[in-house]
């Protein structure tokens, strides 16, 4: 008698339990369905293929993922712009209904409405005719083709609608994907500057060759992708003398992936704080901002690599100091310790070792000299000191001759090369180090064993 009261109270239980889970789950069915239709427009941001906006008279397509314009003209379209209409929909909400009276319409600025837009998705298309905002600013009245209801949503329909041509046109002054750039030629009346890629790193190619500095050409190559155009001048242009374009002042051109597709943006005259530029592809004249346009004047020392090594402080594993009156060599030892070797045998404080080799792995050049004369002038025909370093199989990493001081700098140059930097001091004194600012002070045993 126990076990089926048990068992009769179980099975009450559990059609209980399933009967909460099937409620639970109506409820929140029944929730879905109050918020799908309490949606202005039920549509998925992926699912819309055209929007149009009246009276502003534009009108977008889809093509792939990108969004064109193609009213008032043939354009591309700015497609977070597009987008950020789109996005409306996804929260914009029919708050309540106010009338579905015609006669009304001219107090909710119905008729003749403020706007109207016109969405075509996939399965359908919805015309939308925006009026007045309520009294409280909260909210604007509108209705729906095909329906004399008006209702309340959001006052953000309204702002779209207030916006102008250039805000929905695209504003890219050159368009590439930044990710994919091979290479790029910055050509001017005196020079062009050649970069490319070469492998993870960037090789300057003209005017000079050289090593670059891969953070400035990604600032460059950034600002290119990045600029946006001030105005828009002329569409179509009958004469790009007038703005300076038939000899630009600059002309960029951009490589994009292993078949060197180019980008051409060519920048003209000056307007006040602005310049004259085209795209190559595109009709339009517009305007750039000058901040834009004077990275371009930057001489090509800005473009090369600074970094005067390309080792690192662990590779090294031995230098030697030539002074006028002597010579200081220190080496690792079997365990890794450096220990000085000439002119006197000693061990080393680890702090005064670790920052030569830290000052040499990390040398930058503050400035290229442009060379003109004898290396006196410089200090560099009798050196103040010729710094050498080896790795572990003897191979010199680099060798370094400073000479005079200038300023916070010294003039430096590597021994194999004739080209001239100023660098800052600070190497120099680390490497002017004396013997006994190298050296570990000793203890004196025998000092010891009578204390």
């Given at each position: 008698?126990?076990?089926?009261?048990?068992?009769?109270?179980?099975?009450?239980?559990?059609?209980?339990?399933?009967?909460?889970?099937?409620?639970?789950?109506?409820?929140?069915?029944?929730?879905?369905?109050?918020?799908?239709?309490?949606?202005?427009?039920?549509?998925?941001?992926?699912?819309?293929?055209?929007?149009?906006?009246?009276?502003?008279?534009?009108?977008?397509?889809?093509?792939?993922?990108?969004?064109?314009?193609?009213?008032?003209?043939?354009?591309?379209?700015?497609?977070s712009a597009i987008e950020a209409i789109l996005n409306i929909f996804s929260w914009a909400k029919l708050?309540?209904?106010?009338?579905?009276?015609?006669?009304?319409?001219?107090?909710?600025?119905?008729?003749?409405?403020?706007?109207?837009?016109?969405?075509?998705?996939?399965?359908?298309?919805?015309?939308?005719?925006?009026?007045?905002?309520?009294?409280?600013?909260?909210?604007?009245?509108?209705?729906?083709?095909?329906?004399?209801?008006?209702?309340?949503?959001?006052?953000?329909?309204?702002?779209?609608?207030?916006?102008?041509?250039?805000?929905?046109?695209?504003?890219?002054?050159?368009?590439?994907?930044?990710?994919?750039?091979?290479?790029?030629?910055?050509?001017?009346?005196?020079?062009?500057?050649?970069?490319?890629?070469?492998?993870?790193?960037?090789?300057?190619?003209?005017?000079?060759?050289?090593?670059?500095?891969?953070?400035?050409?990604?600032?460059?190559?950034?600002?290119?992708?990045?600029?946006?155009?001030?105005?828009?001048?002329?569409e179509n242009p009958k004469s790009l003398a007038t703005y300076g374009l038939l000899k630009p002042n600059?002309?960029?051109?951009?490589?994009?992936?292993?078949?060197?597709?180019?980008?051409?943006?060519?920048?003209?005259?000056?307007?006040?704080?602005?310049?004259?530029?085209?795209?190559?592809?595109?009709?339009?004249?517009?305007?750039?901002?000058?901040?834009?346009?004077?990275?371009?004047?930057?001489?090509?020392?800005?473009?090369?690599?600074?970094?005067?090594?390309?080792?690192?402080?662990?590779?090294?594993?031995?230098?030697?100091?030539?002074?006028?009156?002597?010579?200081?060599?220190?080496?690792?030892?079997?365990?890794?310790?450096?220990?000085?070797?000439?002119?006197?045998?000693?061990?080393?404080?680890?702090?005064?070792?670790?920052?030569?080799?830290?000052?040499?792995?990390?040398?930058?050049?503050?400035?290229?000299?442009?060379?003109?004369?004898?290396?006196?002038?410089?200090?560099?025909?009798?050196?103040?000191?010729?710094?050498?370093?080896?790795?572990?199989?003897?191979?010199?990493?680099?060798?370094?001759?400073?000479?005079?001081?200038?300023?916070?700098?010294?003039?430096?140059?590597?021994?194999?090369?004739?080209?001239?930097?100023?660098?800052?001091?600070?190497?120099?004194?680390?490497?002017?180090?004396?013997?006994?600012?190298?050296?570990?002070?000793?203890?004196?045993?025998?000092?010891?064993?009578?204390?």
């Open positions: 008698m126990n076990f089926k009261k048990t068992l009769l109270i179980g099975v009450i239980f559990g059609l209980s339990v399933l009967g909460v889970v099937l409620l639970n789950k109506q409820d929140k069915k029944n929730k879905e369905i109050e918020e799908s239709e309490a949606k202005l427009l039920n549509v998925e941001k992926e699912k819309f293929t055209s929007v149009a906006l009246y009276p502003l008279g534009i009108h977008a397509v889809k093509t792939g993922e990108e969004w064109k314009l193609i009213e008032p003209f043939e354009t591309d379209a700015d497609k708050e309540r209904t106010v009338s579905s009276d015609q006669t009304e319409y001219t107090d909710f600025g119905l008729n003749p409405e403020y706007g109207k837009m016109v969405l075509t998705y996939e399965g359908g298309a919805d015309t939308l005719y925006i009026g007045d905002s309520n009294p409280t600013g909260s909210f604007l009245f509108a209705r729906r083709g095909g329906s004399d209801v008006v209702f309340l949503t959001t006052t953000s329909l309204r702002t779209q609608l207030e916006k102008s041509l250039f805000d929905y046109r695209d504003k890219r002054a050159l368009v590439f994907n930044k990710d994919q750039v091979t290479a790029f030629d910055i050509k001017t009346s005196k020079n062009t500057y050649s970069l490319a890629k070469n492998g993870a790193q960037w090789d300057l190619l003209s005017p000079l060759e050289d090593k670059a500095d891969d953070g400035k050409v990604q600032g460059v190559i950034n600002r290119i992708a990045n600029t946006r155009i001030k105005e828009f001048v002329d600059y002309t960029i051109d951009v490589f994009i992936g292993s078949e060197k597709a180019k980008k051409t943006l060519y920048i003209g005259n000056a307007k006040a704080k602005q310049f004259y530029a085209k795209d190559e592809t595109r009709k339009p004249v517009f305007l750039l901002d000058s901040s834009f346009v004077n990275i371009f004047k930057a001489p090509v020392s800005d473009y090369r690599n600074k970094k005067i090594t390309d080792f690192k402080e662990a590779d090294i594993a031995r230098f030697e100091l030539n002074y006028s009156d002597t010579t200081i060599v220190c080496t690792k030892d079997s365990n890794g310790k450096w220990v000085l070797v000439e002119p006197v045998k000693n061990k080393t404080k680890s702090w005064k070792i670790s920052a030569i080799t830290s000052a040499v792995a990390n040398l930058r050049v503050e400035k290229f000299v442009d060379k003109k004369g004898s290396l006196r002038q410089f200090g560099l025909s009798k050196p103040s000191v010729i710094g050498t370093f080896y790795d572990n199989f003897g191979n010199i990493l680099l060798k370094l001759e400073l000479g005079k001081i200038n300023k916070d700098n010294v003039y430096a140059k590597k021994a194999d090369l004739n080209e001239i930097y100023l660098v800052n001091k600070g190497v120099m004194t680390k490497l002017t180090s004396k013997i006994d600012e190298i050296s570990e002070i000793q203890k004196d045993s025998s000092s010891e064993a009578t204390n």
